[in-house]
């Protein structure tokens, strides 16, 4: 006979796997996010291989052929940005004499309106940048792990690309014969997502970055060209990114116009932009496989940024994507799998419960229809 046990044991014990792991991700980060970047750039490049392999080229050219062809994309992007950030450091001189005089003017305006003392806003100034300082170390931490992540990113690639038929036998032979089918769908379901939600994020920034240069451009915005890329590729990390992207252009119209027209002719801009990018690019143009609703989009993007770092803000997504197709295959796990998803139902399970009880009491002849109450709305 099968042993039970009760909720709150099973609730410690799954709760209790759950840091487990959390703290096995943060501290193997090291190895793993290589390893996870890896694993999607395999995956996305995997048709290409595959279609270089249809044409007679032996399996490690094409994989060699393939690498080749990501790395010259990324080192134009590298290029294209360090090149724009080169004119923009010549002109910062200029720009940190108007950030001084904004700054003095906004202290003279703080002692004046509030009877803020120039000391003591010196003192709030030194408790700021001693905050700031773990921040900054982190982001030091960050970039040297992306440092890391570019060195061991090819390597991990080709090896993942070369012994794909070695893995996928190892997962089909770990599960029984009669889940095969099961695997196979579930195999096939998360390659889709994962290209799909890379090739439409790519997608996505090319058009965000072209309306973010039209409307910096008709503004006047000095290194439209520079912000509106920034932007584009800030906004590839889900709500949290957006927002940092519009603080940009914000400062350089501070520090180069004078008035704060400009700067709400931008907010207005990125906003607008922000809408139609939500409303119409991401459904139309990303169309992933599988859709999560925005507030586990936030809370995981949160998580992984506290788990990896920028890192984990990136990789976020796909990472519950890849976890709600497992909790749709399994049927204990379906309505975690509803919970990840943005289908929202027309009325909650209590509420058809509660109906069918009345139902049922009426029927019965237990009290009169008049005297039996609709349960409570959740």
Known sequence: ?????????????????????????????????????????????????????????????????????AIVIILAIVYFLSSQIASFSSELPLLEKKFTMLFSQLQQYLQETFSLSMEKQQELITDAQAQVKPIVGIALGSLLGTLGVVILLPVYTFLFLYYKKLMLNFLFEVFAQKNSTDVAEALEETKKAIQSYMVGLSLEAVVVA??????????????????????????VVPYIGGLIAISLPVIVATLTKDGFSTQLAVIAAYSVIQFIDNQFLV????????????????????????????????????????????????????????????????????????????????????????????PEEL
């Open 1 to 69: 006979m099968q042993k039970t046990y009760p909720f709150y044991v099973k609730s410690t014990i799954i709760l209790f796997g759950v840091i487990l792991f959390v703290f096995a991700l943060f501290h193997l980060r090291d190895v793993l996010v290589p390893l996870a970047f890896a694993v999607m750039l395999a995956i996305l490049l995997n048709p290409v291989v595959n279609k270089l392999q249809r044409r007679k080229v032996p399996r490690v050219l094409a994989i060699v052929l393939a690498l080749i062809i």
């Open 210 to 235: 072209a309306m973010n240069f039209l409307a910096l451009w008709a503004l006047g915005i000095r290194y439209a060209l520079l912000l509106a890329v920034i932007g584009a590729l800030l906004n």
């Open 283 to 374: 459904p139309m143009i990303v169309s992933s496989k599988v859709r999560i609703n925005a507030m586990i989009s936030i809370i995981i993007v949160l998580l992984g940024a506290a788990v990896w770092g920028v890192a984990g803000m990136f990789l976020s997504i796909p990472f519950i994507a890849v976890v709600k197709i497992v909790c749709d295959r399994v049927p204990e796990m379906k309505p975690w799998g509803k919970l990840l998803g943005d289908s929202i139902p027309t009325r909650h399970k209590g509420e058809i419960w509660g109906r069918f009880r009345k139902a049922t009491i009426i029927q019965e002849g237990i009290v009169e229809d008049a005297g039996v109450k609709a």
